[in-house]
């Protein structure tokens, strides 16, 4: 026998010697939710470690993030007063805008700061933009208010927008939003591969979600990967900085391909579903937590996204 594949892994020096890939700690970005209005922390069911924030303990988990050495953080707000065309989103006194504007007084450039760019949270019917009058989501109007969230996140300090919204064209009017107001240097990580999941279930609690049906007429259909290929084309041409898939773990092989497709970063987000399923596991017993967890975001390293959201991103970064 001349080829023994099984001597490159006799042991773990040698194991790490010959390593493909490589989790960092500056790589991960951790999800938080900031409720309006909230005086102690409240857990998040399913995500165990995962809370709603005030504003004391957001000062504190921020501490955390930066004594871990992540990368960012993905900031969602969650506000007290709902409406159907969310206009609390581009209040600059806002849950969000307010949350950014004390993230970045604290941290500095020490982490990234991406602010969600999405009405979700705002709207009183839940989706992501604004409604008209049969009760469809209204593409073109919502950009426009993309449009001006975006400003709004920008001039509280934001680095990042996370245009998760998925409606035709965000990236490109909110890039045109930001550059006429002189946010030139102000990126857009686009989620340009979302698909209409079951398994935001954890996420849709964090936020206090209204949404009463789905989002099938702008997320995509988790049966398809050529569209997703349409979508990351046209984020890219439309100025994208970096391209999310989202969720990660059901979608590898879009992880994979789009790698291969663009130049651009790719980042991927492990949903709050995917993250409680292990969560649920490693509770009962059935599987080794931590290892599962680091396996994890190896599989999604591997498929090609350097940059991976994920609820355990502090937990991960001191293991790492
Ligand atoms: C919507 C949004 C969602 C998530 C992030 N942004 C959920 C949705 O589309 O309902 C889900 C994240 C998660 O499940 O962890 N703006």
């Keep these: 026998?001349?080829?023994?594949?099984?001597?490159?892994?006799?042991?773990?020096?040698?194991?790490?010697?010959?390593?493909?890939?490589?989790?960092?700690?500056?790589?991960?970005?951790l999800p938080l939710f900031v409720r309006e209005g909230l005086t102690e922390p409240k857990p998040i069911k399913g995500l165990p470690g995962t809370v709603q924030h005030t504003p004391d303990s957001l000062r504190?988990?921020?501490?955390?993030?930066?004594?871990?050495?992540?990368?960012?953080?993905?900031v969602f707000g969650v506000p007290n007063?709902?409406?159907?065309?969310?206009?609390e989103a581009c209040n600059p006194n806002g849950v969000l805008t307010s949350a950014i504007r004390s993230i970045r007084e604290q941290?500095?450039?020490?982490?990234?700061?991406?602010?969600?760019l999405c009405l979700d949270e705002f709207t009183s019917h839940g989706h992501c933009g604004v409604l008209d009058a049969r009760g469809e989501v209204d593409?073109?109007?919502?950009?426009?208010?993309?449009?001006r969230m975006a400003v709004v996140l920008a001039e509280a300090g934001a680095h990042m927008l996370g245009a998760s919204g998925m409606m035709d064209g965000q990236v490109a009017a909110t890039r045109a939003a930001l550059d006429k107001a002189n946010f030139k240097d102000v990126s857009i990580l686009a989620y340009a591969a979302k698909y209409a999941s079951a398994f935001y279930g954890p996420f849709r609690d964090a936020v206090e979600s209204q949404l009463d049906g789905d989002r099938k007429t702008y997320q995509q259909d988790p049966r398809n990967s050529r569209e997703a290929i349409r979508e990351i084309k046209l984020d890219a041409a439309e100025g994208a900085d970096i391209i999310m898939v989202k969720p990660a773990l059901g979608y590898l092989d879009i992880v994979s391909q789009a790698r291969q497709l663009v130049d651009l970063p790719i980042a991927s987000y492990i949903v709050s579903g995917e993250t409680a399923m292990?969560?649920?596991?490693?509770?009962?017993?059935?599987?080794?937590?931590?290892r599962a967890i680091l396996e994890t975001l190896s599989s999604v390293h591997r498929a090609g996204a350097n940059i991976i959201c994920t609820y355990w991103a502090i937990e991960a970064a001191a293991w790492l």
Aim: net charge negative; charged share 30%.
């Design 1 to 29: 026998m001349i080829q023994r594949p099984r001597r490159l892994r006799a042991n773990q020096a040698i194991r790490n010697l010959v390593s493909e890939s490589h989790v960092r700690p500056e790589q991960l970005i």
């Design 60 to 74: 504190a988990e921020i501490d955390r993030a930066i004594a871990a050495g992540i990368g960012g953080v993905m």
């Design 81 to 87: 007063h709902r409406d159907e065309d969310g206009t």
């Design 107 to 116: 941290a500095g450039d020490r982490l990234v700061v991406i602010a969600d």
């Design 139 to 147: 593409n073109d109007r919502t950009l426009e208010i993309y449009g």
């Design 278 to 290: 292990i969560e649920a596991a490693a509770e009962q017993g059935l599987l080794e937590r931590e």
